[in-house]
């Protein structure tokens, strides 16, 4: 007497079944990707593109990544001294140029520390709150970029580092 399990098992149009359907899955997969997918476009000089903002951004990681295509930018903490907060932002692609500033104040050029327009520092007020905001526009091409992250990562604080300074003031 044999099982049902058994009886499904040697029906060869079952198992010609079971070993199709995954195939056909995966094509299925990448051929809904190709039709609902929208293709690049190039960045159109004059006008603004927003930057995603990257999750390092929302922790005391001491830098934060923000990009858009083939615009990547990467914003890193030199901390905060006499008040001050130093950035340097570092651009795969040539800037032409690049401001940033608090939320609640107006934003200051970057300098561009090199000839090629790739790395940029500028020292801005710390911010005076958790929760404060900075807003970055930078232009290439003709074409402008802009992102608002939280200042969250200027501090660059581990677990590692806080039980090294527990350890050290015991």
């Known amino acids: 007497m044999m099982s049902t399990i058994t009886r499904l098992l040697t ?14 899955a995966v094509i299925a ?7 609902v997918s929208e293709a690049p476009k190039a960045a159109q000089p004059g006008k603004s593109y927003p930057l995603a903002v990257r999750s390092n951004c929302r922790y005391t990681s001491g830098f934060c990544q923000l990009e858009n295509g083939d615009m990547k930018l990467k914003l890193e903490s030199q901390g905060i001294e006499d008040n001050q907060l130093t950035l340097r932002l570092i ?8 401001r940033i500033g608090l939320a609640q104040t107006s934003p200051q050029a970057m300098q561009a520390t090199g000839d090629k327009g790739t790395h ?30 939280p200042a969250t990562f200027i501090e660059h604080k581990t677990f590692y580092t806080e039980h090294q300074q527990a350890q050290d003031a015991s």
């Open 120 to 149: 940029w520092l500028v020292s801005l007020p710390a911010p005076k709150s958790n929760d404060a905001q900075i807003r970055v526009a930078v232009s290439m091409a003709g074409s402008h970029y802009f992102a608002q992250t």
């Open 11 to 24: 029906n060869k149009h079952v198992v010609i079944a079971m070993l199709i359907a995954p195939v056909l």
């Open 29 to 35: 997969y990448f051929a809904v990707d190709a039709s």
């Open 91 to 98: 651009s795969e692609l040539p800037l032409e140029g690049v």
